[in-house]
C-alpha cells in the first residue's frame, strides 16, 4: 500500500513568487491536513481538510490556501512568498476526520525562499 | 487552546539503556488523545506509540512504553534497550477527541541521540 506522497521535495523559490505544493493521500483516506515545520516555531497546524472541504484552519495568513480535489488530493499555495515561507512543509492523511484515526505523513517538501 | 511542551531539546543515551523523554500538555477537555511520533533524518514522521486519554491504562508498544498522568497532564515516553535507529527526534502531540478534527498540537520536539 502506498503512502502518503508529497511533491516536490525541494523547492526553491524567490521572495514575491507563489508556490503550489500537492499531497496525494493514502488510498482510502479522505482526510489530509497539512503543517509547517520550522527550526524557531517547530510543528504548526496550518489547514485540515475533509471531502473537499477545509475544516479547520490554523493561525496563518491569507497567503496561505488550501484544496482538496473528489480524489482527496490536496494542494497548498502560498502567495507572495516571504524569507520566513522557508519550511518544511507536511501533509498528512487520516482515513476519516476525527474519531480514532492514525495520521499518516508524507516525507514533505522543503520550500527555501531566498 | 491546548499547548505541549517538551521541556528536553536533547537527550543521550547509550545503546541497551533506558531513556525517558517528558512531555506535559495543558487542555480543559476530558477526553483527548496522546500521540509520541518519531522524525529522523529522512523527515517523515513516524507513530510510535499512541494513548488514550480514557484509558487508565499506560500503552505499550514492545521497547516503548509511556507513562501517562492524567491529572498531573504528564505523558512521558520510555524507550528501554535503546538501538542507534532510535535516534531520532521525537515529537508528543495531543488530539481532541470532541472537536471532530484530526488536528495535532505537538511539542517542539525532543533530539534523541544514541551512541555505541
Known amino acids: 500500500k502506498a503512502g502518503v506522497t508529497q511533491t516536490p521535495r525541494y523547492l526553491i523559490k524567490t521572495r514575491g513568487q507563489q508556490v503550489t505544493l500537492s499531497c496525494s493521500p493514502i488510498s482510502g483516506h479522505r482526510s489530509v491536513s497539512w503543517y509547517q515545520q520550522t527550526p524557531g516555531q517547530g510543528l504548526q497546524f496550518l489547514f485540515e481538510y475533509f471531502s473537499e472541504t477545509q475544516r479547520n484552519k490554523g493561525n496563518f495568513p491569507g497567503r496561505f490556501s488550501g484544496r482538496q480535489f473528489s480524489n482527496s488530493r490536496s494542494e497548498m499555495n502560498v502567495s507572495t512568498l516571504e524569507l520566513g515561507d522557508s519550511a518544511l512543509y507536511l501533509c498528512?492523511?487520516?482515513?476519516?476526520?476525527?474519531?480514532?484515526?492514525?495520521?499518516?505523513f508524507g516525507q514533505g517538501t522543503r520550500l527555501t525562499v531566498v | 487552546a491546548q499547548t505541549v511542551t517538551q521541556s528536553q531539546p536533547e537527550m543521550s543515551v547509550q545503546e541497551a539503556e533506558t531513556v525517558t523523554l517528558s512531555c506535559t500538555y495543558d487542555t480543559s477537555e476530558s477526553d483527548y488523545y496522546l500521540f509520541w511520533y518519531k522524525q529522523p533524518p529522512s523527515r517523515q514522521m513516524i507513530l510510535v506509540i499512541r494513548q488514550e486519554a480514557y484509558k487508565q491504562q499506560n500503552a505499550t508498544e514492545n521497547r516503548f512504553s509511556v507513562n501517562f498522568q492524567k491529572a498531573a497532564k504528564s505523558f512521558s515516553l520510555k524507550i528501554s534497550d535503546s538501538q542507534l535507529g532510535d535516534a531520532a527526534m521525537y515529537f508528543c502531540a495531543y488530539r481532541s477527541a470532541n472537536s471532530g478534527y484530526s488536528t495535532l498540537t505537538f511539542g517542539k520536539g525532543t533530539m534523541l541521540l544514541v551512541s555505541p
Open positions: 498528512a492523511s487520516s482515513l476519516r476526520q476525527g474519531l480514532n484515526t492514525e495520521a499518516f
